[in-house]
């Protein structure tokens, strides 16, 4: 059965894109048929996989969509094991039932206040979503990016996402110029050598075990 994870946030820049294109190649060569819908009228990851001569990315299949009934038609008719759906950073309220069908939302946060006050805001969005369809049940999970490597505010704000009631993986991503980079060549981080890499393996089993509960 198609899982859909959804990278979801009200702010640019914080790693949806970013993620949803490792995540499609961690998917991918985990053995699933993977596609990205890109949402965003920017295109960033459709272009990122378009353009990409990652052996990976060139299998993963990519559309830009943005009408939750090309969406829905898709989803409901895709041979795909998993659908990552990236979002643009304004949560517009059509793009509430992107939400409302997935597995899994992925909410990516920067250690920064105005993130977190994002993450806020994508949970109460969910929750909406989720009433106006019963039959949804994805799990909103934030995701921590742009940590400096060494540091413990991870811990810190992961203590703090979870005091507000939100689940927050266990692992994250590093600020990186492996990730500032695999944007500019169109590629992903998977078969790098650096801690980038090992980073997106252990997120993408963390998320594995989100899409099996
Ligand atoms: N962990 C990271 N380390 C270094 N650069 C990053 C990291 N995450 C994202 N970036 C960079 O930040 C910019 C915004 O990331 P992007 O994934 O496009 O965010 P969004 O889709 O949320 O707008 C890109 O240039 C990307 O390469
Ligand atoms: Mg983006």
Known sequence: MTKVITFASPKGGVGKSSLCINTAAYFF????????????PQMSSHDWIVESDDPL????????ISSEEEIAHFISETDSDIVCLDMEGNLYNSMRFCLAIADLVVVPCRPSRDDLVGLAWVKKLSEAAFSEHPDSNARVVALMNGIEPGSDVFFHIKQQITNDGMEVFNNFLSQSIEIAESNINRVSVINFLGESSKEILKIGQEMELFLER
């Not at 985990?30 to 990205?36: E, K, Q």
Request: aromatic letters at 4%.
């Open 29 to 40: 060569a985990a053995s699933n048929l993977v596609t990205v819908i890109d949402t965003d």
């Open 57 to 64: 990315l060139q299998k993963v299949k990519t559309f830009h």
